[in-house]
Nanobody
């Protein structure tokens, strides 16, 4: 059974940092690209970052480029999202997902999703 479980969400002040984790099970992580998406209240789910199966290439939304870093450890079945210089507009539920398609900034390329973790950026 494929499972992705996010953790690490919290309330943080503007300018702060968080590291989100995505633990995967039920499939061989090394075969799949993994993406992070987020959804704020009243808004559609949007792409944040993605990393190829080998970890050699990473992709970012313009809004987070230079502040967020995606990484993976296939041996530990873990994917991470390091978020620095957080802004109130980063407040959202963050989801990780396993890609079955090749367009990694498109949610339709992802087949299996976690339940999400809440990130709130507020003073």
């Amino acid at each position: 059974q494929v499972q992705l479980v996010e953790s690490g969400g919290a309330l943080v002040q503007p300018g702060g940092s968080l590291r989100l984790s995505c633990a995967v099970s039920g499939f061989t992580l090394g075969y799949y690209a993994i993406g992070w998406f987020r959804q704020a209240p009243g808004k559609e789910r949007e792409f944040v970052a993605a990393i190829t199966w080998s970890g050699t290439s990473a992709y970012y939304a313009e809004s987070v480029r230079g502040r967020f870093t995606i990484s993976r450890d296939n041996a530990k079945n873990m994917v991470y999202l390091q978020m620095n210089s957080l802004k109130p507009e980063d407040t959202a539920v963050y989801y990780c997902a396993a890609a079955v398609g090749t367009v990694l900034d498109y949610s339709g390329s992802y087949n299996d999703w976690g339940q999400g973790t809440q990130v709130t950026v507020s003073s």
